[in-house]
């Protein structure tokens, strides 16, 4: 565990000090402590059941034009393959400008005991952006540099990424947008981004799960930090069925000044609904909060699992 505590350590000086790099914003999303497959296809490797995801982030609400994303995932194991297989689709509106970003993803998952695992995972797909002139409302209708129609450009993409778990662990790090590296933002309108994130969790109460994680983003022209802490609640079902989890709460800060309000309840023991509110505290953004709602659905699935029962961090 020391090596792997270091290894992050390593991995985050890294992303401080690497060379500079051209961008867009990633799109950010709060729940990505849920559900990382957006910057990290390896993550997918979920045993025991089919993952369905679906969120809705309204961010800046008061300013016109703030930016509205759209997610929805789906992945499965097949444990006789040791390999995982999923689809995202993401939707972002920003003002004139619209983004569509659609990836298939493949993670292999080695496994030397039921302590811990290591999965390696590819996402590739399509990104495109389109920039609606029309929409445009200027103070002089007649000004011939104001360009009035629709263009849009369509470029192939890919996420690279690893993970490891363990019982009490989850390390991993990865790369998203490779086919922009080099490439100035005029190119290709979105740029490559690290991550590298820390997650030490508790299964083992009866009574409530806790976790506490670290990551680090390097962005556009800075790196971000972020913590998060949260508790999940738990009941006794018997002594033959493990406790059923009910429901979350979890605080969250990223140095780009701003605070995460999370919580979470379990409508069914495989369905679960989450809200989260987002608190920035920049100069200008102080006075627009940004809020996300979140819907994960997870299928038992005979070809995913390892056995009929549900590990213990089934939740994660």
């Known amino acids: 565990m020391k090596k792997l505590f270091l290894i992050n350590l390593l991995l985050l000086k890294f992303f401080i000090f690497v060379p500079k790099c051209y961008s867009q914003a990633d799109i950010s999303m709060a729940t990505n402590w849920y559900n990382r497959a957006n910057y990290n ?8 059941y089919i993952y369905l995801f679906c969120n809705i982030q309204r961010q800046w609400l008061g300013v016109g034009g703030s930016p509205t994303v759209f997610n929805v995932q789906a992945s499965q194991y097949i444990y006789n393959l040791h390999s995982a297989f999923g689809i995202s689709l993401v939707s972002d509106q920003l003002g ?34 389109s920039i609606d002139g029309s929409q445009f409302e200027p103070g002089t209708t007649r000004d011939p540099v104001i360009y009035n129609n629709l263009s849009t450009t369509l470029d192939p993409d890919a996420n690279l990424g690893v993970e490891f778990q363990s ?11 490779l086919f922009s590296i080099g490439k100035n933002n005029y190119a290709f309108l979105n740029s490559n981004h690290l991550y590298s994130y820390f997650i030490y969790r508790n299964t083992e109460s009866e009574l409530m799960n806790f976790n506490v994680g670290f990551q680090m983003v ?12 949260s508790v999940r609640f738990k009941r006794p079902t018997g002594l033959t069925t493990k406790p059923r989890e009910i429901f979350d709460v979890g605080l969250g800060y990223k140095t780009s000044k701003q605070v995460l309000l999370m919580l979470g309840v379990n409508i069914m023991s495989d369905f679960r609904v989450g809200y989260v509110y987002d608190q920035s505290f920049s100069i200008g953004f102080n006075a627009n909060s940004t809020h996300e709602i979140m819907l994960e659905y997870r299928i038992p699935s005979k070809v995913s699992a390892a056995c009929n029962c549900k590990t213990e961090s089934y939740w994660y």
Do not use: C, Q
Not at 97 to 126: D, H
Not at 167 to 177: A, E, I, L, Q, R
């Open 41 to 48: 296809p390896a993550s997918i490797v979920r045993e025991d």
């Open 96 to 129: 004139l400008t619209s983004t569509k970003n659609t990836l298939l993803t493949y993670a292999y998952r080695i496994s030397g005991s039921s302590n811990w695992s290591l999965s390696m995972g590819l996402s590739a797909g399509i990104f495109s952006r």
């Open 167 to 177: 019982s009490y662990f989850v390390g991993g790090f990865s790369t998203t947008h």
């Open 218 to 229: 390097n962005g556009t022209v800075s790196s971000t930090l972020e913590g998060n802490a």
